[in-house]
């Protein structure tokens, strides 16, 4: 699955894995998968996702996280959230961590 697709695609706000290369106009979502595979001892049947999406906005944007919440629960991605202000930026972080099993 390409999650970065699939997160752009259901909320409509650019998203990057990592990091944009470009300067990029608010709002804006960066992803970040780390991974953990298993399975038995010829395949891999098993990714363990650790996810982090970081939404950037001038302001508290709550129905682009209302957006950004629905998609993940239309893959029934259990999120916590948290929110900073980055004061040098003046933009709101709001961070979703997110755990998930995808089987292959």
């Known amino acids: 699955m390409d999650i970065r697709e699939y997160i752009e695609t259901a909320t409509g706000i650019p998203t ?3 990091a944009f290369t470009k ?4 709002p804006f979502i960066a992803v970040i ?3 953990d595979a298993d399975g ?3 395949h891999t049947r098993v990714i363990t996702h650790n996810l ?3 939404f950037y906005a001038e302001r508290i944007d709550a ?3 209302r957006s950004i919440e629905a998609a993940f629960e239309r893959k029934a991605w259990k999120a916590s959230k948290d929110r900073v202000w980055i004061n040098g930026e003046k933009m709101f972080e709001t961070i979703y961590s997110i755990n998930f099993t995808e089987k292959r």
């Not at 300067?23 to 608010?26: D, E, G, I, V």
Request: glycine share 0%; aromatic share 6%; charged share 45%.
């Open 23 to 26: 300067p990029q106009k608010l």
């Open 52 to 54: 982090t999406a970081e």
């Open 40 to 42: 038995d001892d010829f």
């Open 33 to 35: 998968d780390r991974t």
């Open 16 to 18: 990057a894995e990592v």
């Open 63 to 65: 129905a682009r996280e």
